[in-house]
């Protein structure tokens, strides 16, 4: 499929948090060696992308940058280097970008620069922008092949509604990481935030039991009502959570034996009792996926005598990713109520960011369509 790259394009650019950002006409980006050239289709909005790009979360990126987070576009032109992809592949393009000679040298995109001095000479040197764009720069192995076909014709599902993955993904890396199986038992917790509730649902589709832990009952309802609807066969409890940790542990307990947790603490939560009383609750060889911001949180006799393995986990890995999409195509998260899409154009940015903010329970995704 034969495609001419225009001379310009128009991106969302951020020069100073002050201002904010603004759409601009720009020069589109050529391919390099190591890189690929992407029509940006849709780009996800995180509920917290206003506190990143005003300088709230004090997240550390370059600027002048074009702001963004990962996306789905097709391949619009690719460096000589390029074996596998094709000029007009849907790819999911996934926002960690690693050094290729350094993989702990990583980044989130035109999000956070990360901590080494590889991964901030790569942001600032080589993959500065993101994705708030017409056209973006991505590496090669960023891109991520989808299956047009058959997730958008056969298993009905629209573009917009596909980048949804993208939250699902983060949790996925955590359980796949503490290598849960179908038929285990997983606490999640906080279960009621954006990936918190991913992860009950990714947990759900690979055959665990999920119980759900929160602090708000009627959260936690809905939840539950919203998995097994969409997920037939879902096995979902919730447990409120109350502050006080023996009455917790106990809670989970009474559900019987528990083999593994995930966790998605929020800053605000980083010192609260809920991951202490889940991990209490494991049973021995039990495991824990740590994705949050926890802390204080670990019983350091259960997790010695009862053989607890702690595992911190950033994301995902590219074979995480893969293996994902496998499950996407097989139809294993079912399109009647997957996902409820909230769609910005490019201009519309400050008020995506609005929305984002509020829309982020379970099935809910906000998008801008460059």
């Not at 940790?245 to 980083?270: K, M």
Request: hydrophobic residues 40%; proline residues 5%.
């Amino acid at each position: 499929m034969a495609f001419s790259l225009p001379s310009q394009h128009h991106a969302l650019m951020l020069e100073n948090h002050e201002t904010g950002f603004e759409l601009k006409t720009l020069p589109t980006p050529q391919p390099v060696h190591g890189s690929a050239v992407v029509r940006i289709a849709a780009v996800g909005v995180l509920s917290y992308s206003r506190e990143i790009y005003n300088g709230e979360r004090q997240y550390s990126y370059p600027k002048p940058l074009i702001g963004g987070h990962s996306a789905i576009g097709h391949i619009a032109a690719l460096g000589p280097d390029a074996a596998a992809l094709r000029i007009g592949k849907l790819v999911f393009v996934d926002c960690v970008v690693r050094g290729r000679d350094e993989p702990s040298a990583l980044f989130l995109s035109a999000i956070n620069e990360g901590s080494s001095e590889g991964s901030r000479k790569l942001m600032r040197d080589v993959w500065r922008d993101g994705t708030f764009a017409e056209f973006a720069r991505v590496p090669l192995e960023n891109c991520i092949p989808l299956n047009e076909a058959r997730l958008c014709r056969e298993l009905g599902y629209s573009v917009p509604d596909l980048m949804y993955m993208s939250r699902l993904l983060v949790p996925y890396g955590g359980l796949r990481d503490i290598r849960l199986e179908p038929g285990e038992t997983i606490v999640v917790c906080p279960a009621t935030g954006c990936f918190g509730a991913a992860g009950v649902q990714v947990a759900t589709a690979m055959g665990a039991k999920v119980i759900a832990m929160g602090r708000d009952e009627v959260r936690l309802a809905r939840l539950k009502d919203q998995v097994e609807k969409s997920t037939p066969g879902a096995n979902i409890e919730t447990v409120k959570l109350t502050g006080d940790d023996e009455t917790d542990t106990a809670a989970l307990q009474a559900f019987g034996t528990i083999d593994a947790v995930l966790d998605f603490s929020p800053p605000a939560a980083a010192r609260s009792t809920h991951l202490k009383s889940a991990v209490r609750a494991l049973r021995y060889n039990g495991r824990c996926s740590l994705m949050g911001l926890a802390e204080d949180c670990i019983p350091a006799w259960k997790v010695i005598g009862s053989n607890i393995l702690l595992k911190g986990k950033l994301m995902y890995e590219r074979e995480d990713m893969i293996q994902f999409v496998k499950m996407l195509e097989k139809g294993l998260f079912p399109i009647k109520g997957f996902v409820n899409t909230k769609v910005f154009g490019l201009a519309d940015w400050d008020k995506a960011f609005d929305i984002a903010a509020e829309y982020v329970g379970i099935n809910q995704s906000v998008i801008i369509v460059p």
